[in-house]
């Protein structure tokens, strides 16, 4: 993990296309403002695992109906 110190009004440029830049700080909280084309997806990280976990249930969800749908496949089939 790369660990930077930045203050106020100060940026960081990721590849060339992403700046972060630190707004304000107040206690303990900072605030960040992200430029980044609009084909990047830019998430906090708790709305980003969720989603994760979404997509897995979905995953789960799916391979049971095809699951389930080859077991008729295969019933129909054999009649």
Request: proline letters at 1%; glycine letters at 6%; hydrophobic letters at 40%.
């Amino acid at each position: 993990m790369l660990v930077l110190s930045r203050r106020k009004g100060e940026s960081i440029v990721i590849q060339d296309n992403i700046e972060i830049t630190i707004l304000g700080i107040e206690g303990d909280n900072v605030r960040i403002g992200i430029k980044a084309p609009r084909q990047v997806e830019v998430f906090r990280k708790e709305i980003y695992l969720s989603i994760q976990e979404l997509n897995r249930q979905s995953i789960a969800h799916g391979q049971a109906d095809i699951a389930k749908l080859m077991e008729r496949f295969s019933q129909s089939s054999e009649s």
